[in-house]
């Protein structure tokens, strides 16, 4: 049972305070600096299985996972015994290694659209060289991307929509020329007459469609059913790519991605945090005919001095290939305690009378305040965040670090218990008697 005491935030606050004169909002990447929901960001120093250690020595019950890649938990022994081997034969070569091959069949075999791939050092470097590829492919220069999907940071995935955006993007990101930003079309997720509406204004101009299979950034929204198999044949009919950024999605929602679980092959796929095991790690792959347009054999150009990294290929293949090996066993765990903890605490909001809705695929899931279906980024928005930071903040003094934006989806891992579930949901009675009471 949770107790209720206040965590301590001391040396946390100390080392905020260094970090706010060091990075602008005292971080490296922006939602790790508590602005959605206020309050006292703890300095992790430590994780172990599904728990995480901060500089105060507070323990807490991660549902982050390193924003995805942890989904085997914290120092998982196979991982972290690659990573030391690999480590003791040199940190990198910038030369071919055996590992790359290694972890490229397990990809391969475990996606089939993918023929061929490259691995990146990011989610943001697979993302921005499909586009690239994409672009080149088809000899096209339009990109439609669905409002509240997350592609990496690079300037003409960073769109916003809005009213006209279908038409003309709008940098959704100061630092982005307009020039660069109206190529990509940003249009409702869900709604497959936009689609189809933006195709026939652009006819012959449409390189590809990019999209979360079932999102992650706007908070967990799975596709309309019907959804993703209008999107492939509208791309089919179109001679556009379909590009599927299984970033966060692969590896987590099935072994082979929601491109498995929905039994669609997109034209291209990305890659990035489960691959990469917790290192820095992307990957994008298509069939060979796409692929072999990319430098030393054709004419677009994308490289890496940190590409395929031995460290990062190791952790890849520990938690690929245990996957892989376990995958009966993982996939069934995952769901059921992930069932249980998005089922729990949304029973206990019912009982308190706070509005919730929960979205969940398997081990990703958020609990929405708000009473509407979650369907795309607007009815996303109807959440209120308030109510969310409130939340967010009581569990996390009560042990529970929940990712602290309304927007960001949950992940559970392996190495989460019944008990950690059970913590979890009397942590979010508790906190759903104090809002209401
Ligand atoms: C995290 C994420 C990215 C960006 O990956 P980085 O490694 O952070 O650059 C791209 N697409 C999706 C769907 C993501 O979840």
Redesign the pocket.
Same mark, same amino acid.
Do not use: F, L, R
């Given at each position: 049972m949770p107790v209720s005491l206040k965590r301590k935030i001391q040396r946390s606050t100390e080392l905020q305070q260094r970090a706010e004169r060091l990075f602008p909002g005292g971080v490296d +990447?922006p939602v790790r600096a508590f602005r959605a929901v206020g309050g006292h960001p703890p300095f992790a120093v430590k994780g172990d299985g599904a728990y995480l250690w901060d500089a105060d020595g507070n323990r807490y019950i991660d549902y982050f996972g390193s924003? =995805?890649p942890m989904i085997l938990g914290h120092a998982f022994p196979p991982v972290v015994d690659a990573i030391q081997q690999a480590a003791a034969r040199s940190a990198s070569f910038g030369a071919s290694t055996p590992a790359e091959g290694d972890l490229a069949e397990l990809v391969v075999e475990a996606y089939p659209s993918v023929e061929k791939l490259r691995f990146v050092s +990011?989610? $943001? &470097?697979? $993302?921005m060289s499909a586009i690239r590829l994409a672009r080149a492919f088809t000899g096209r220069d339009y990109v439609i991307k669905f409002e509240g999907?997350?592609? =990496?940071?690079s300037d003409g995935l960073l769109v916003k929509a809005g009213s006209g955006v279908a038409t003309f993007g709008i940098p959704g990101s100061a630092g982005v020329p307009n020039d660069v930003a109206r190529y990509t079309l940003a249009l409702p997720f869900n709604d497959i007459s936009a689609v189809e509406a933006v195709f026939a204004e652009h006819r012959g101009e449409i390189a590809c469609i990019i999209l &979360?299979p079932i999102v =992650?950034?706007m908070g967990c929204v799975p596709p309309a059913s019907g959804y993703l198999e209008a999107l492939r044949k509208i791309t089919r009919e179109e001679n556009a790519l379909l590009i599927f950024? &299984?970033?966060? $999605?692969g590896f987590r929602v099935a072994y082979g991605g929601a491109q498995e679980l929905y039994g669609i092959q997109p034209d291209m796929t $990305?890659l990035?945090?489960i691959v990469g095991g917790g290192l820095?790690c992307?990957a994008f792959g298509a069939r060979a005919e796409i692929m072999d347009m990319l430098a030393p054999l054709g004419p677009v150009y994308q490289a890496g001095t940190l590409s395929g990294n031995p460290l990062a290929m190791a952790a890849g293949i520990a938690t690929v290939g245990y996957l892989k090996e376990h995958r009966t066993e993982v996939y069934a765990r995952l769901e059921s305690l992930s069932a249980a903890v998005a089922d729990g605490v949304a029973a206990e909001a019912a009982k308190a009378g706070v509005p919730l809705t929960t979205n969940r695929v398997g081990a990703m899931f958020t609990w929405f305040f708000t009473q509407n279906h979650v369907t795309d980024f607007e009815s996303a928005s109807t959440s209120d965040t308030a109510a969310f930071a409130h939340f967010h903040n009581a569990m996390l003094d009560l042990g529970v670090w929940l990712p602290p934006s309304q927007y960001e989806a949950a992940f559970l891992s392996a190495a989460h218990s019944t008990d950690d579930v059970e913590i979890t949901i009397a942590a979010a009675r508790e906190t759903f008697a104090a809002i209401v009471g």
């Open positions: +990447s924003w =995805g +990011s989610g $943001t &470097e697979a $993302t999907c997350y592609h =990496g940071h &979360e =992650g950034n950024d &299984e970033v966060m $999605t $990305t990035g945090k820095p992307g």
